[in-house]
């Protein structure tokens, strides 16, 4: 089920009035594609939050303009707290599109029990399937991922429509043995590391 | 053993000014969970050590800690009862530059609760305000 935002056009752009948008609440957002022109739109932040956290894709559009899009970019302030602009995509349900979407692990490693640590190499992989059946995550049964074994992109559980653009030897998730804590490196008590010169390979001089 | 160049193209460093945030280094990437800096400042490598051995001791082996910052400066200081002059000091300690944004640390393999405790002894050793992140999914 795509998530219903009320769009209203932007007459006004640049950086002023997009601050002068934010300040009021709205998100800046552009949709584009399908050979027509692109759309400067704005969004309630509200909206937005709600479409994130439920990790949507496709959108439905009301208000300004009634469309149906692919969330294609999100764009973050550099701290990851507010959301400054949303591009969109004119998409058709029924088309194939390429998304990234989460893995999610299920079940309790067998490696865990044998002292194991879970590490996933692989937050996020990309598919390809209809724009209307773009899945909120893919899951990797890990039950029976021992000690020292690895999963990859191929053992994932894929619903009906979907393939996979990542390579299926990708790695997902693997068990490794933990390392000691107390564990040291050796020591360079030297303290100062090489200078590389212009000259020659090395020398404990600057130049 | 504390973090710090194998190789350097020279000793020392002028101070720099940290200005904007972090536009590089702000997302968690490896874990699962991390600790991001609010404000600008430098960590000493000794700092990053005591960081991780304090997130170390707590996840202790149940988790994997990774650390996301480097320290690539090296800062100069000249000795006590030195008279003015007779040039730049001798490298004192090595820093790394933290803009605010900058994931400082990430853990991967632990719940959200240990992942918070063990943040918050780590952020105690701290320079720098920080917060705690989860990873953002697309």
Known sequence: MAEVLDVEKREQMGSSATRRLRRDGRVPAVLYGHGEGNEHLSIPAAQVKTLLRHRSKTVELAGAVKETALVSIVQWDPLGIEVLHLDLIRVNLKELVQVTVAVHRHGDAAGLRQGGLLIDNTHEVEIECSAGQIPEGLVLNVTDLALGGHMTAADLELPEGVSLVTPVDTVIARIEQPKGVAEEEPTDQAGEPEVISKGGDKSGEEG | ?138
């Open chain 2, 1 to 138: 053993m504390a973090l710090m160049p194998k190789r350097v193209k020279h000793r020392k460093s002028q101070r720099g000014r940290i200005k904007g945030s972090a536009t590089r280094g702000n997302t968690v990437v490896f874990g699962d969970y991390g600790i991001q800096s609010l404000e600008p400042g430098w960590v000493k490598a000794t700092t990053i050590e005591a960081g991780r051995i304090a997130a170390q001791q707590y996840v202790r082996g149940e988790g994997k800690l990774y650390i996301r910052i480097f320290p690539d400066k090296s800062v100069s200081s000249t000795p006590l009862e030195t008279r003015m002059g007779k040039g730049k000091g001798e490298p004192d300690f090595w820093a790394a530059v933290v803009k605010p944004g900058t994931i400082l640390y990430e853990l991967g393999g632990v719940t959200e609760q240990q992942a918070k405790v063990c943040f918050a002894r780590l952020a105690s050793k701290l320079p720098v305000k920080v917060r705690f992140v989860e990873r953002r999914y697309a």
